[in-house]
C-alpha cells in the first residue's frame, strides 16, 4: 500500500499516482486531498470533481484529510460518496487550531471525535482516523465508536468485499481456482439438523453457563430436559456482554455428561478473526455440530464497559466464514482437508425499530449459508406473522425457530421490554403482567402467556427455543409441555 496524504494541488496528485503506477503497478494506493469548508482544494479545484478525477487516475482507496475539522468534511462526504465506486477514507483534524498564550491547541475533545466517527461510518465510509491535533486519547474514543459502529452495520457497508476473500490476482489479471468440497447435507449434520431437514418440529431450552467454574446446575437441568425429550440445549456466549464459563466448553460438558445435543450461541465479540476460525474448527473436532452465529451485544452493555470488543466482522461475515469451513476452506481459501460440518443459524428480530434494515441484514445472512434462524424473543404474534409473511414474499426460504420467554413479574417484563436488545412486549402483556396479584400470579399469568403464543404458532415456525428465567428449566417445560413427547 502507498499512501498519498494532504495533497491541495491535484496536478501534483496526478503525476504521484502516474509515478507510482509506472515503477510498481501492483501497488494498492490510498489518495487523499486537502480541502477546505467551502468544499473546494486549496487551489479552488471542487472536492467532488477531484475525487472522481483521482479514481480515474487509478487510486484504489480516496478520501480526505487535514485541514478542517470533522463536521465540514461529513457535509462534503454525504454529497459525494453516493457516486464513489471505491473504498473512502477520512482523516479530520481535531478541529481548526486556536492560539493560546502562544501555543497551538486543537480544541475538539475525544468524545466529539468520537461521535463523527460514527456519523462517518454511518455515511458509508470505511477507513476513519485522524489528523492534526488528535493524540492517542483521540485515536481510543475514535476506535471504540468505530469497532461499535461496525458490528451494528448492514453487509454492503462492511469490509467484506475488500477483506474476505480476493479472487483474483490483480497482477497477472488471471483468475485463481479454489477449490472447495461438497458440504455435508443437513440431514445428516446431527440430530436437530436432520428434524429441521425432514420439516419436524424442534425443541430447546437456553441455559446460561454459569458465572463459576461449578457447571453442576446446569448439568443437571440438561440431564433433565434430555429426559423430557427436549431435542437441545441452547448455549448463550456472554450474553448482554457478561463473563461466564466458556460457552464452548460448557457445550462440551452438557454433550458428553448430559447426552443431549447443543445450540452453540457464537460471538464475534470477543474473539478476531484468527480465533473465531480457530474455535470453529476446535468445535467441531470435539463433535459440536449446531451454532448459532450473532454479532453479540457490545461491551459497554455490561459490567465491564471498558472491555474491547474486536468486532473483526459481523455474524453476516460469520456465517460467510463457516460456510466456507463447511465447504473444506479457510478465509484465506487454503484447503481445511476434511470440511467442518457445523448446522450453521442465525439470529433474527422480527420487530426491530428498523424492519427494513434487519430483514436487509437477514437476508444477506442467508445468502451467506445460513441454514435456519431463531428469532429474539416473541410476544407480538401480529409482529411474527408479518415478518413470516415478508420472507415468503421476497422468497427467503430458511426454517424459523419462534424464542419464547415466560415472563416471572412485572419487573422483568419491564426489564426485557427496556433493556434487553431486541425485545419488545405489548401493552396487553405488560398489562396483564402488571395486575397479576402475587408473585405465584405472576409466574402463571407469565407460563400462560408463552404456552399460547406456542399453540398459536403450532407448525407456522419450524421449533421453539424457550428460555429459562433464572435456569428454572420447570417454567420451560411447563410452556413446552405440549410439544415434548
Known amino acids: 500500500l502507498l499512501s498519498f496524504e494532504t495533497f491541495g494541488d491535484i496536478s501534483e496528485l496526478q503525476q504521484a499516482i502516474h509515478a507510482a503506477k509506472d515503477v510498481a503497478p501492483e501497488l494498492a494506493i490510498l489518495a487523499e486531498i486537502t480541502v477546505g469548508t467551502d468544499g473546494n482544494m486549496p487551489f479552488g479545484t471542487p472536492a467532488e470533481w477531484a475525487i472522481h478525477k483521482i479514481i480515474e487516475w487509478g487510486a484504489d482507496v480516496v478520501g480526505f484529510n487535514c485541514s478542517v475539522g470533522p463536521q465540514p468534511l461529513l457535509t462534503l462526504i454525504q454529497k459525494t460518496i453516493s457516486s464513489v465506486s471505491v473504498p473512502f477514507i477520512v482523516q479530520p483534524n481535531a478541529g481548526m487550531p486556536k492560539e493560546v498564550d502562544g501555543r497551538t491547541l486543537y480544541m475538539c475533545t475525544p468524545e466529539y471525535m468520537a461521535t463523527f466517527t460514527k456519523h462517518f461510518l454511518q455515511a458509508g465510509v470505511l477507513y476513519v482516523g485522524g489528523c492534526c491535533g488528535t493524540s492517542p486519547e483521540h485515536i481510543r474514543a475514535m476506535s471504540q465508536s468505530f469497532r461499535h459502529q461496525r458490528a451494528m452495520r448492514s453487509a454492503e457497508e462492511m469490509t467484506l468485499q475488500h477483506r474476505i476473500e480476493v479472487l483474483k490476482d490483480e497482477t497477472s489479471k488471471t483468475s485463481v481456482t479454489v477449490e472447495t468440497c461438497t458440504p455435508v447435507p443437513l440431514a445428516e449434520k446431527s440430530a436437530w439438523s436432520r428434524k429441521i431437514a425432514n420439516g419436524e418440529v424442534v425443541t430447546s431450552v437456553e441455559l446460561l453457563p454459569p458465572a463459576s467454574v ?63 476460525q480457530s474455535d470453529m474448527l476446535g468445535a467441531h473436532a470435539i463433535g459440536l455440530r449446531n451454532v448459532l452465529l450473532v454479532t453479540g451485544d457490545p461491551p459497554k452493555m455490561g459490567s465491564y464497559p471498558n472491555a474491547t470488543g474486536v468486532f473483526d466482522i459481523d455474524a453476516i461475515g460469520l456465517t460467510n466464514m463457516v460456510t466456507r469451513l463447511n465447504s473444506g476452506i479457510d478465509l484465506g481459501s487454503r484447503p481445511i482437508g476434511e470440511p467442518t460440518a457445523l448446522s450453521v443459524g442465525v439470529g433474527v428480530n422480527p420487530v426491530h425499530a428498523d424492519f427494513e434494515y434487519e430483514m436487509k441484514r437477514f437476508m444477506y445472512k442467508v445468502e451467506a449459508g445460513a441454514e435456519w434462524a431463531i428469532t429474539q424473543p416473541v410476544f407480538d404474534l401480529a409482529a411474527l406473522y408479518r415478518f413470516m409473511e415478508y420472507i415468503d414474499k421476497n422468497n427467503i426460504k430458511i426454517p424459523i425457530v419462534a424464542g419464547i420467554w415466560p415472563l416471572m413479574s412485572y419487573r422483568n417484563a419491564q426489564f426485557m421490554h427496556n433493556e434487553v436488545p431486541g425485545v419488545s412486549i405489548p401493552d396487553d402483556i405488560m398489562k396483564r403482567m402488571h395486575d397479576a396479584q402475587t408473585a405465584e400470579d405472576a409466574r402463571k399469568v407469565g407460563v400462560d402467556i408463552a404456552r399460547g403464543m406456542v399453540a398459536s404458532l403450532g407448525r407456522d415456525v419450524q421449533g421453539f427455543q424457550v428460555s429459562a428465567p433464572f435456569g428454572r428449566v420447570e417454567l420451560a417445560l411447563e410452556v413446552l409441555s405440549g410439544v415434548t413427547r
Open 214 to 276: 461449578v457447571p453442576t446446575k446446569i448439568l443437571e437441568s440438561s440431564r433433565r430436559l434430555k429426559e423430557a425429550g427436549v431435542d437441545a440445549v441452547n448455549i448463550p456466549d456472554g450474553p448482554r456482554a457478561s463473563a461466564r464459563m466458556s460457552a464452548i466448553l460448557t457445550a462440551v460438558m452438557i454433550e458428553q455428561q448430559a447426552e443431549i445435543e447443543t445450540v452453540l450461541h457464537y460471538t464475534c465479540r470477543d474473539r478476531n478473526l484468527l480465533g473465531m
